[in-house]
């Protein structure tokens, strides 16, 4: 969808959805860049929660089955926020189904029909934007499914369609008594002359859900808890081969001279193939691959900008540029004269952030199926986007996109990994080696911490301007990191005239700050970064929520009275704030060694508010987490246990990131290389988490990365109450903090 597109779109509120015919037996509603369709007819006979798309053609998102059963297309990758169960839901709202007789299956690769208009209509699972992107498209395709049901059942019982009106999965004709299920309509129902009109003010207002908003069990549930399910790692198939593939070590070089004698020794190998950017092996099992693997001998080509990439070096850099001043680089919000305001202010506090790469380290490791028939191809991969699979089929290896066809699996964890396709080009080139046979490569656990797009090593530069009251009069934010965009998505960074709207989001505040600016500072090193989960408010919210609860205090202000201050035209926020002091009991005196501390986030459209009880052992500087309280606004809730849960979710994945994890390069190859010395965050360290969702009729936030981004500040607050020094860089460093 065109930016333009977009803004009519939100300005109209999709009102007047143009009619586009299929067939008799199929319409299909159309905005700029999704569509809604019904089909009748037999039913498909899928599983209740089918990750693979089962050949469902174009027809549309909804069938109805004679049996009565309705399946309802999946539009988003599922890999554990429950996606597969909230956006059909919202179909199911409005179409009035009974939801035990609901199917879900994964919706195929068609962007006209199930593209998301948030990310210009193409189908990308990421940035939190599922719910915000799908759901008034999806609620007035139910309620327009529905006034079709009604009006086939008017039609055949001779009365007006203003006399019928729906009950679960029934239309029903109350003057004579008369019901029809609807799938009894489906034997008969055609296609009207002209798709009903549907509008926002038709939808149901809140008070009359019967689904949303409610603790419907999700759909995939079952079957991972009993081992059904399917991700990508469990694709078989007749005479499977499987691929391993050794990458150069640093980024942006590839083979110049290959020994592959050792390799090729290997029982059950089939074939070695040089890649532009490694060496792959084919062979009979994914043992005997990995062992070919590792008998390589293999000379690279030592040109890449990143060989000069260390770790330390660059952090001294990105923050000897951020504080400089005079470099202006973009400018990526400005709101009034922050610099004036700031030469005028009373008082001026001034402080410097780092944060380092991490990795994803998602508990399936990167692979991907694929099989390659003359000029066609064929993917199975858990992935968050078809999209990018598309154009890496399309654009990087010139297949044509009708010869393409991606199946997307469950998700055994992406956190915005999964939206690359690298892991899927390895799969094809090594398919394409070896012709009609499926090739499966499977990344060892290696594989994916050393060659990862990790988040970006960032440094902020913050500059606050306070007036004689001590209120925040100017703000000035610098933000140095390499960009995602200008790698992942050229066109975008392009038409923002060089922003960067995934490494900059967060910087945007709802605090009363009168002059605002944040500047975006790129760097080109040569090292790939991405998006990790909550990207850029997972470290924008750091430095921003310790910045303020530090100007809080220099003030004489409680933390929490200072923020309330700051928002006194934010009910919401203001909402979220005093319920988790009320949970945390914030002013309750601690024992001696332990101390709250408080963050506030808002970004994706939610209110978040979260404390952190925290302990520091003086002696070893070890910082341990005991116990966390949140509160969200999500506005609408779809399936409120399932946000508590990712809330949850991001709470610990954001505890392990502000203690442990951390991905450094030396001569531009990553030094970590498994859990043994890449940490991430055990069981027997989690701290007690408690959660409470407090929906608002506003329009549904994301929800899958909004947990994360408070707790690290939420932290590193409480260790500054304990011991008075602020930690700056994440991880947060146990050894300042020894006594």
């Known amino acids: 969808m065109t930016k ?119 189908m990308v699972t990421g940035a939190s934007r599922t719910t915000r992107g799908y759901y008034d498209i999806m609620r007035l395709a139910g309620l327009q499914a529905r006034l079709v049901l009604m009006g086939a059942a008017a039609d055949k019982w001779g009365v007006p369609v203003s006399e019928v009106s729906t009950e679960p999965h029934t239309v029903v004709h109350k003057a004579s008594g008369r019901r029809m299920g609807y799938g009894e309509i489906a034997a008969f129902a055609q296609v009207p002359a002209e798709a009903p009109k549907v509008t926002k003010e038709q939808l149901k207002p809140m008070s009359r859900h019967r689904l949303i908003g409610k603790n419907v069990p999700r759909v995939d549930i079952a079957d991972k808890t009993t081992g059904r399910a399917k991700f990508g790692i469990d694709t078989r198939m007749p005479g499977m081969l499987y691929g391993a ?6 980024q942006g070089e590839g083979p110049v001279k290959i020994d592959d004698s050792a390799a090729k020794k290997v029982d059950g190998v089939r074939q070695v193939v040089r890649m532009p950017y490694g060496v792959g092996v084919i062979a009979e099992s ?82 991907a199926t694929a099989v390659v028939n003359g000029d066609k191809i064929e993917v199975w991969a858990p992935s968050q986007s078809p999209f990018f699979i598309f154009l890496a089929l399309t654009l990087g290896l010139k297949y044509k996109p009708e010869n393409e066809t991606t199946h997307i699996t469950l998700l055994g964890g992406g956190f915005g990994r999964r939206v690359e396709a690298d892991y899927v080009v390895d799969a094809a080139i090594l398919a394409k080696a070896v012709e009609g046979y499926p090739v499966k490569v499977v990344w060892s656990r290696e594989d994916d911490i050393q060659h990862d797009k990790y988040r970006p090593l960032v440094a902020q530069h913050l500059t606050a301007g306070l007036d004689a009251q001590g209120k925040i009069v100017a703000l000035r934010h610098r933000i140095v990191a390499e960009s995602i965009y200008a790698r992942a998505a050229p066109p975008l960074f392009q038409q923002a005239g060089g922003k960067d709207q995934p ?15 944040v500047e975006y500072l790129r760097e080109q090193r040569g090292v790939d970064v991405g998006f990790w989960r909550a990207v850029g408010p997972g470290y924008t919210k750091f430095a921003l929520e310790t910045f303020v609860d530090e100007i809080a205090h220099s003030v004489g202000k409680d933390p929490i009275d200072y923020r309330m201050e700051l928002m006194a035209q934010e009910p919401r926020a203001r909402a979220v704030m005093a319920e988790a002091a009320k949970m945390a009991d914030w002013k309750r005196k601690r024992p001696a060694g332990r101390a709250l501390g408080f963050a506030y986030s808002d970004a994706w459209d939610a209110h978040i508010a979260t404390i952190a009880e925290v302990s520091v052992d003086r002696k070893t500087g070890k910082i341990r987490v005991h116990e966390v309280w949140s509160v969200v606004d999500p506005g609408v809730a779809l399936l409120p246990a399932n946000i508590a849960a990712q809330i949850e979710s991001g709470i610990i994945h954001g505890t392990s990131h502000a203690l442990y994890e951390r991905a450094t390069f030396k001569g531009g190859e990553v030094q970590q ?33 909004v947990g994360l981004p408070p707790v690290a500040p939420a932290i590193a607050n409480a260790v500054a109450a304990i011991t008075g020094k602020r930690l700056r860089s994440l991880p947060l460093d146990a050894k300042l903090l020894k006594a």
């Not at 990758?77 to 035990?100: C, F, H, K, N």
């Not at 988490?689 to 506003?698: C, H, I, R």
């Open 4 to 122: 333009t597109a977009d803004r009519q779109a939100s300005a109209t509120g999709f009102e007047g959805i143009a009619y586009r015919g299929v067939s008799r037996r199929a319409f299909m509603l159309s905005t700029a860049g999704a569509a809604i369709g019904i089909a009748f007819g037999s039913t498909l006979g899928v599983s209740r929660a089918l990750a693979q798309a089962a050949g469902y053609g174009p027809n549309g998102w909804v069938r109805v089955a004679t049996d009565g059963t309705v399946t309802i297309m999946s539009p988003a990758s599922e890999m554990g926020q429950g996606t597969m169960t909230a956006m059909p839901l919202v179909i199911a709202e409005e179409m009035d189904l009974d939801w035990s007789r609901v199917k879900v299956s994964q919706a195929p690769y068609e962007p006209k029909i199930f593209g998301n208009p948030m990310f210009g209509g193409n």
């Open 245 to 250: 593939v050794l990458r150069a070590p640093v």
């Open 286 to 367: 994914y043992a005997a691959a990995r062992t070919a693997k590792a008998l390589l001998k293999v000379e690279w080509s030592k040109t890449a900008k990143a060989r000069a990439y260390n770790s330390g070096e660059i952090a001294a850099a990105y923050a000897a540029r951020a504080r400089n001043l005079s470099d202006g680089g973009v400018t990526f919000l400005t709101e009034k004269d922050a610099k004036g305001a700031l030469a005028g202010a009373a008082k001026t506090f001034v402080a410097e952030y780092t944060t380092d790469h991490v990795a994803h380290a998602c508990m399936e490791p990167m692979n």
């Open 503 to 517: 490494v900059c989001e967060g910087s945007e505040i709802k605090y009363a700050v009168p002059n605002h600016l």
């Open 673 to 705: 290389s498994n859990f043994h010395d890449y940490p991430v965050l055990r069981m027997n360290e989690a701290p007690l988490v408690t959660v409470k969702v407090t929906p608002t009729d506003n329009p549904p936030s994301g929800i899958g990365e």
